[in-house]
């Protein structure tokens, strides 16, 4: 009797969630049926039956603002578009604190991180990893010794290949004083680990020196302030009777359109800075030049130095100059962040996402290509050889100790330690690359370094060549 009433249960149980399957299509086809003129309805029909069915029938109470983040996250990972994605209520407050003061929580890099269902088998082995777009100067991170073009691999030892760029940024981020440890993968050969202490990032802006008969500006990231500090930079440089401009947008990671376009302003009297193209009317926008406050005189000659880490509005900024003929780029190839995004609120939390492409003045995209200079200067490319001997070089971590137990460390004290790499710890490096190496990592460590390395920056070197022709 009770193993037949088991079977009857059993069956009971069958008919059922047969009955329910039945029902479950008949409400899903009528829904359809009520949609087909309206795809779009339809599919939002479907999300909220969806929605709704797993409230009311998964088998453990569930909270309905998680169902709502997982579909908002997924519905903008699915664009598979890394500048495109849902916002927390933390993200948005750090948005909002980040652009509108220029200070945020963290070790000071951008990073870019493509989602993680981009990934398949035909994905390079660094396609999941975390790409720094560059090091905040005076920051953690830049102190560390994190460079434009690094592969973030790990966080405290967990592979960021699983998570979203928010996800990533998160782990990095923290109460300022504790420590994180960063693997990172340089030159797609070399692999160390990185310990670095958390600290409250306020975002600096400009940056002047004299530069023999130049003006020296370098501009670290368009946020409010930098219109107002550039002005005055440039403004004390024009006092003291510079000859010409160097200014710099290395390493600087973009910012705000406005802040861009105004600055870019006080050198044009005319013509497009910048322009937007979109799906739609209200993403396509042509920035102009007006001859209301062009602070720089016309023919005042001026160089822009860019490399890969220059993103965003620095691309902005190089492409403007470059296709006005208003100055001579030199440097690398820019980054290639030429998209727009807007961001949108949903009351605590919200989202960002890519409404329009930029293109420079001649017409020429910057999404994926980037801003080309016209004089290309690199450091020369390491061998097998020497990419080996800089990994043993960072593995060992044979430059920052000598940093730290010598931070003002002396012309000779470095010349007497180059030479014990090459004898002691037999490196295989020049004495050039080895000095700019220890040069590099002393001024990184400062408070307040130099503004510029003349003697072994190839670029800045480039830029007064081309100035000393200029004003022949």
């Known amino acids: 009797m009770k193993a037949k009433n088991k079977i009857i249960t059993i069956i009971s149980a069958f008919v059922f969630l047969a009955a329910l399957g039945v029902f479950s299509f008949v409400t899903v086809r009528n829904v359809r049926a009520q949609s087909l003129r309206d795809e779009k309805q339809e599919h939002l029909l479907l999300l909220s039956y969806v929605y709704d069915f797993i409230l009311g029938n998964y088998v453990e109470e569930v909270d309905s603002r998680k169902l709502y983040e997982g579909a908002m996250k997924g519905m903008l990972e699915a664009l598979g578009d890394p500048y495109s994605a849902y916002l927390s209520a933390a993200d948005v407050k750090d948005l909002s ?26 994905s390079e082995l660094t396609d999941g990893y975390v790409t720094i777009i560059s090091p905040i100067a005076g920051t953690p991170g830049y102190k560390a010794g994190l460079h434009a073009g690094d592969y973030i691999t790990h966080v405290d030892g967990e592979s960021v290949v699983p998570w979203t760029a928010n996800e990533a940024v998160e782990r990095m981020t923290g109460k300022p004083g504790t420590k994180v440890r960063l693997t990172i993968l340089r030159n797609k050969t070399t692999v160390f680990d990185v310990e670095i202490i958390r600290a409250m990032i306020k975002t600096p802006t400009v940056e002047s020196a004299k530069l023999f008969d130049y003006g020296y500006i370098r501009m670290m990231q368009w946020t409010p302030m930098l219109l107002n500090d550039f002005k005055k930079a440039a403004r004390e440089q024009l006092d003291a009777g510079v000859k010409g401009l160097v ?35 209200r ?11 062009d602070l720089i005189p016309a023919g005042l ?31 690398e190839t820019s980054f290639g962040k030429g998209s727009v995004q807007e961001a949108l609120s949903l009351g605590a939390d919200g989202f960002k996402l890519t409404t329009a492409k930029y293109f420079t003045p001649s017409g020429a995209s ?4 980037g801003v080309v200079p016209d004089y290309e200067v690199v450091e020369p490319e ?28 002396k012309e000779a004290e470095i010349d007497a330690y180059v030479k014990t790499l090459q004898t002691e710890h037999t490196i295989g490096l020049s004495d050039r690359v080895l000095k700019r190496l220890i040069r590099n990592a002393l001024f990184r460590r ?23 022709e200029k004003v022949r």
């Open 446 to 468: 400062m408070d307040f370094p130099p503004a510029y390395d003349y003697d072994y920056d190839l670029q800045l070197q480039k830029a007064v060549e081309i100035l000393n």
């Open 97 to 122: 604190k980040t652009t509108a003061v220029g200070e945020f929580g963290g070790i000071g890099v951008t990073i870019q991180k493509l989602p993680p269902q981009w990934l398949n088998e035909k």
């Open 247 to 281: 200014l710099d947008v290395r390493d600087n990671p973009g910012g705000l359109l406005d802040s861009v376009c105004d600055v870019t302003d006080l050198f044009l009297s005319e013509g497009v800075i910048v322009s937007t193209k979109g799906r739609v009317a």
């Open 283 to 293: 993403a396509e926008t042509v920035y102009t030049a007006s001859s209301e406050d």
């Open 382 to 409: 390491m061998s097998d050889e020497e990419l080996e001997a800089l990994g043993k070089l960072l593995k060992e971590n044979l430059v920052y100790s000598f940093v730290e137990k010598n931070p003002e460390a």
């Open 301 to 331: 000659p001026i160089v822009v130095l860019i490399n890969k880490g220059s993103a965003s509005a620095s691309e902005i900024f190089a492409g403007a100059m470059k296709d006005s003929g208003r100055a001579v780029l030199v440097g």
């Open 366 to 369: 910057i999404d994926k290509t």
